[in-house]
């Protein structure tokens, strides 16, 4: 593992994953999938509302044998967060939860160059957010003390202690690269002024989640332009303009005055399942409301037939078999893409998501 050659000799005992409560049974299943192909042996463990996923090994495991790819948070569609854990802290006493912690971080034999601590999103966890403040401070000096922290040196893991109730502590190590860069994996992001709806922190959020700052350097840039389809009443079409793109926006019904006042929009009544553009376009984004698999197959036609160079879209998962319908829709992309070039595919269920995921598309050049 080349990107954390200062966190190799950590023994891991298994993989810990934070998700939208309510999806645990989906991303425990894509966890229990990543284990196995990294050639973990182990039991998933997930309490539904939780906000948590954990995979435990039967024996503790060399992280420089685990592949990297094992440990990339953006792999699993349902993980806001992944991270390799090394330790379980039970029955923390109330009047000194340091001690405790710091023994067990002393006893990996890690240390690390910060501190995250974090509780799952859940109503019930979020009551300690407080305590998860005030104790950051007080828990550094003891990690410093213990020679455990070493905030000056660089390559070293972050240190996230996740207190899953008030006397159980995950400790993990969160990599350099592999990890999401958010406390609990989530986006704090502040809703524009005046924009037309707050879906246009969901299409904000998945252009930081789903691409990476050089993509979006190159391919999304102010000149551009976009269609987005389904676009009333402006939410999405809103963040574009923002970044300076013009936008055909495809919707019978209305947009915002103030959408349309910006002069970048021009708004096409049609149908966006029937609708082209008469030249091709550098973005499609898409929010309508339709079977999963007919957004899929949709998305895949505009980029195999070159309207578009990328797209952003929504899809909208029944309650039961959430996952096969992500797989499904991979499936009907790969058919339609496979004959017409190496494409790249990026679907995550975004904090700003609800029943349903986001994804990224585009063709390699």
């Known amino acids: 593992m080349t990107q954390s050659a200062p966190a190799a000799s950590l023994a891991v005992s298994g993989l810990i994953a934070y998700c939208r409560a309510g999806f645990e049974k989906e991303l425990a299943a894509e966890l229990d999938d990543i284990a196995a192909e990294a050639g973990m042996i182990g039991f998933v463990r997930a309490d539904p509302d939780s906000g948590l996923v954990v995979y435990a ?20 569609v349902f993980a806001r967060q992944l991270l390799p854990w090394f330790a379980r802290v039970d029955d923390l006493p109330e009047r000194d939860r340091a001690t405790p912690i710091v023994a067990a971080v002393k006893a990996s034999g890690q ?3 910060g501190v995250l601590l974090e509780t ?4 019930e966890a979020k009551q300690r957010s407080g305590f998860c403040r005030r104790f950051t401070e007080p828990l550094s000096r003891e990690l410093e003390k213990a020679g455990t922290l070493r905030t000056s040196r660089t390559g070293l893991p ?22 999401a860069p958010w406390p609990m994996g989530i986006p704090r992001l502040r ?32 000149g551009q332009r976009a269609v987005d389809l389904g676009a009333a009443p402006g939410g999405w079409t809103w963040q574009l303009v923002g970044r ?3 936008v055909t926006a495809i919707d019978n019904g209305p947009l915002r005055d103030n959408v349309m006042a910006t002069e970048m929009v021009e708004h096409v009544r049609a149908d966006g399942f029937t609708w082209r553009p008469a030249r091709p376009v550098d973005w499609m984004v898409c929010d309508m409301v339709e079977q999963p698999s007919r957004i899929a197959s949709l998305m895949a036609e505009w980029i195999a037939t070159g309207r578009c160079r990328h797209a952003v879209f929504n899809l909208k998962l029944p309650m039961k078999r959430r996952l096969d319908a992500v797989e499904q829709c991979r499936e009907l992309i790969r058919k339609r893409l496979n004959s017409v ?7 995550k269920h975004l904090y700003h998501d609800r029943e349903e995921v986001t994804a990224y598309l585009s063709l390699k050049r």
């Open 57 to 76: 090994c039967f024996e503790p495991v060399p992280l420089r044998e685990i592949p990297e790819e094992t440990l990339d948070w953006r792999r699993p």
């Open 111 to 113: 240390r690390f160059s």
């Open 120 to 123: 799952p999103d859940t109503d």
């Open 158 to 179: 972050v240190l996230h202690v996740l207190f899953s109730d008030a006397q159980t502590a995950w400790l993990a190590a969160a990599l350099p690269g592999m990890v």
């Open 191 to 222: 809703m524009p002024t005046n924009a037309p709806s707050r879906s246009t922190l969901k299409l904000a959020e998945a252009f930081i989640t789903l691409m990476t700052d050089e993509e979006r350097e190159q391919q999304l840039r102010a």
């Open 244 to 246: 300076g793109l013009r």
């Open 341 to 347: 070039g190496p494409y790249e595919l990026r679907i």
